[in-house]
């Protein structure tokens, strides 16, 4: 808990001090990101599961 508290808190301070401005990238950010890496990672994921 204290963990996740400080990287809430670095976050903070450095969308402050560089001036960020917060973007919502969507619920599907991170499978666009790089697509072939996660085909492949489904395509091994369903052999695991005999599919």
Avoid: C, P
Avoid at 30 to 36: A, G, H, I, K, P
């Amino acid at each position: 808990m204290v963990a996740v508290a400080h990287t809430i808190l670095i976050v903070i301070y450095r969308v402050m001090k560089y001036q960020v401005a917060y973007r919502e990238l969507g619920e599907h950010s991170f499978d666009t990101l790089n697509s072939e890496r996660l085909r492949h990672h489904d395509k091994k994921r369903l052999e695991s599961l005999g599919g």
